[in-house]
């Protein structure tokens, strides 16, 4: 004799119903200022690697994954986009040198603005090289040589009190703050790509020069040549 075991055919029905289960989660959707950071780090890879005039909105928008009237909603074009990553530079700079001339010893405040610099290139080593590429035409702020003399301007201070002391013209120390802030800069130039010798020596050889440089200085220098003008 053949039993017959009834079934619930609500329960078949729900199960036939039930769509089948995936190990895809819904993407989540980024909130305004997560996109805005999202957008600034893409922009800033591809001008390090392309410079201003190499990157294009349409690459900005592709890597984000998103359509061109975005990136102008954030930024109003790639012009704006570029300016906001240069400010964030230039203030990330300026801030490591800044925070670094904390001893008393002007030899000493060589050094920390050395490594500062070297730190920063190490660090963030993209922002730098879209710091020493040229700016757009219509970028009138947020040059490498207006950077430069803002950490000058740190430094000049340091060397007048030294000058004053010594019985030089303290009038003089802006000049001597750009001489020495750009043989830095300058070498961490040549530093970004050749990374030899290291940090540490790179940063003591330029004390080297600049220290006895300045331990021998002359209060009233004298042309050695036939010129004199």
């Given at each position: 004799m053949m039993v017959t075991v009834p079934t619930d055919d609500r329960s078949e029905r729900s199960m036939q119903d039930k769509p089948p289960t995936t190990s895809r989660r819904a993407r989540r959707r980024m909130t305004g200022k997560e996109r805005r950071e999202q957008l600034l780090d893409?922009?800033?890879?591809l001008f390090a690697e392309r410079g201003?005039?190499?990157?294009?909105?349409?690459?900005?928008?592709?890597?984000?994954?998103?359509?061109?009237?975005v990136v102008y909603e954030h930024f109003g074009g790639k012009e704006g986009l570029y300016a906001v990553v240069v400010d964030r530079e230039m203030r990330q700079l300026l801030g490591m040198v800044t925070s670094a001339l904390t001893a008393g010893h002007p030899r000493e405040l060589l050094e920390q603005a050395a490594f500062a610099l070297l730190d920063y290139i190490d660090t963030f080593t993209d922002g730098f090289r879209i710091l020493v590429r040229d700016s757009p035409v219509t970028q009138t702020t947020g040059t490498f040589a207006s950077l430069?003399?803002?950490?000058?301007?740190?430094?000049?201070?340091?060397?007048?009190?030294e000058f004053k002391a010594r019985g030089f013209d303290p009038k003089l120390a802006p000049m001597y703050a750009q001489a020495l802030?750009?043989?830095?800069?300058?070498?961490?130039?040549?530093?970004?790509?050749?990374?030899?010798?290291k940090k540490a020596e790179v940063a003591a050889h330029l004390v080297?020069?600049?220290w006895h440089g300045l331990d021998g200085l002359e209060a009233k220098p004298r042309l050695v040549g036939h010129r004199r003008a």
């Open positions: 893409i922009g800033r890879t201003f005039e190499g990157t294009s909105v349409e690459e900005i928008a592709a890597k984000a994954g998103v359509s061109k009237p430069i003399s803002d950490i000058a301007t740190q430094v000049e201070d340091i060397l007048g009190l802030v750009g043989m830095v800069a300058l070498t961490g130039q040549w530093w970004l790509n050749a990374r030899k010798p080297n020069l600049a």
